[in-house]
Each structure stands twice: as structure tokens, then as C-alpha cells.
Nanobody, 124 residues
Framework: QVQLVESGGGLVAAGGSLRLSCAAS????????MAWFRQAPGKEREFVAA????????YYADSVKGRFTISRDNANNMLYLQMNSLKPEDTAVYYC?????????????????WGQGTQVTVSS
């Protein structure tokens, strides 16, 4: 069993920044690809960013490339998402996800465990 707990969401003006955190427990964190997804009201959950187990590769959705940075701290079982130059269209619930024993995964079907989500609201 894997537990994922997100934090760091909130309300920010357009152009601002937020840093999301995800604390993982219960299974070897360092053997799992990790990712952030988001879901806006009335829309499907979509991929935002992913990182390989040893942080030797990162992947981004085109909509966030150059603005968001995913990182991880395997020693402390933490995943992060630094979000800069935020836009109103980034407003969504952001979810942390783990794909156990996968080296890379960018679709939600590949992820086994999910956090409860944290709300990010960007005002115009």
C-alpha cells in the first residue's frame, strides 16, 4: 500500500508561483515513476509532468513546458512541482501519482496510486 499526501495548493494571481509537495509512504519510493496530474471542473484528468525513479529524466505536457518543474527527493520520499508564470487555465485540482516499479509513465492508466489532490486557483 502506498499513501500519497499533497500540499501547497492555494489561490494565486496570474503570473505568480506555487510549489506543490507530495509526501509518499508505504513502499519503496525510489523504484517508482512519479507524476503530477490535474483535473479542472468538467474536464478529464490530464497529465502535467512525470519523473523517472532516479530523476534522470523528466517529461512535461506542452501546456506547462518551460513554466513548471518536477523534482523528487528520494532520501525523504518527496515529490515536488514548482509552478511559475501561472495562468488562469492552470486552475485545477492537482494530484500526485505513483507508478510502482515503472521507469517512465505519462498516462493515468499506468499509475497505481493517487493522492487526494490539492486545489490550485489562479485569478486573472
Amino acid at each position: 500500500q502506498v499513501q500519497l499526501v499533497e500540499s501547497g495548493g492555494g489561490l494565486v494571481a496570474a503570473g505568480g508561483s506555487l510549489r506543490l509537495s507530495c509526501a509518499a509512504s508505504g513502499r519503496p519510493f525510489g523504484n517508482s515513476a512519479m507524476a503530477w496530474f490535474r483535473q479542472a471542473p468538467g474536464k478529464e484528468r490530464e497529465f502535467v509532468a512525470a519523473i523517472r525513479p532516479r530523476a534522470d529524466g523528466t517529461y512535461y505536457a506542452d501546456s506547462v513546458k518551460g513554466r513548471f518543474t518536477i523534482s523528487r527527493d528520494n532520501a525523504n520520499n518527496m515529490l515536488y512541482l514548482q509552478m511559475n508564470s501561472l495562468k488562469p487555465e492552470d486552475t485545477a485540482v492537482y494530484y500526485c501519482a505513483a507508478a510502482l516499479y515503472r521507469s517512465v509513465a505519462t498516462t493515468k492508466e499506468q499509475y497505481n496510486y493517487w493522492g487526494q489532490g490539492t486545489q490550485v486557483t489562479v485569478s486573472s
